[in-house]
């Protein structure tokens, strides 16, 4: 079984909101990744996480705070968003103890900001 | 520094023909390969990978690709198309061994004719 699940599948919020995105796996990965992806573009890689420590963050701007409460679980928390952060959100795991991983990515989660 | 190159932003060919889907990337030395296809709406899924031994991949949903360092591709094939296959392709390459870190192509987008 190779399935990442993200819920919700639809979020829409206001600039004023707080809310989380949800990411979970049940492969035994020890690793995870939020990327955001807009219209017609490649994923860009936001964080990941390895063995539920944050490893690797690419100057995402702190109203994205990533979390990993345990090693099946990623969150996203988002809080005063802007139009612009408007996306597709994707998660993906891999198991971090290969040489050589690859990445499952889940469905997403499309994001409106009004 | 690395970088994927997808050439053509559009391919439309027709139920039943061929296909080939074009990937360079610029690396020093032999990076990991990977094929993902993302239909509208989704995340993505992984066609197939390449890392050593046979430059002649198999993947899933009948696609290959063939490793030529030669040239630094690694192109995508598929005998007959079906209308189904009608997604976006993203080619992505992980340097070295941070394969935590995967570089998209821009990603092609295929539609295919009846």
């Known amino acids: 079984d190779t399935e990442v699940t993200q819920t919700p599948k639809h979020l829409v919020m206001g600039m004023t909101n707080k809310k989380s995105l949800k990411c979970e796996q049940h492969m035994g990965h020890r690793a995870m990744y939020w990327y955001k992806q807009k219209a017609k573009k490649p994923p860009e890689l936001m964080f990941v996480y390895s063995y539920e420590k944050l490893s690797i963050n690419e100057s995402v701007p702190s109203r994205f705070s990533p979390e990993c409460p345990n090693s099946s679980l990623l969150n996203l928390h988002l809080h005063a968003l802007q139009p612009e952060d408007s996306a597709l959100y994707l998660c993906?795991?891999?198991?971090?103890?290969?040489?050589?991983?690859?990445?499952?990515f889940g469905p997403g989660t499309r994001l409106l900001v009004l | 520094a690395q970088s994927v190159t997808q050439p053509d932003i559009h391919i439309t060919v027709s139920e039943g023909a061929s296909l080939e889907l074009r990937c360079n990337y610029s690396y020093g030395a032999t990076p990991y390969l990977f094929w993902y296809v993302q239909s509208p709406g989704q995340g993505l899924q992984l066609l197939l990978k390449?890392?050593?031994?046979?430059?002649l991949v198999q993947g899933i949903k009948g696609f290959e690709a063939e490793f030529k360092r030669s040239q630094s591709s690694f192109n995508l094939r598929k005998p007959s198309v079906h209308w189904s296959d009608a997604a976006e392709y993203f080619c992505a390459v992980a340097p070295g061994g941070a394969t935590n870190k995967l570089i998209f192509g821009t990603g092609t987008l295929l539609a295919v004719q009846p």
């Open positions: 390449y890392f050593s031994g046979d430059t």
């Open positions: 993906a795991s891999s198991q971090e103890d290969r040489i050589i991983q690859t990445q499952y």
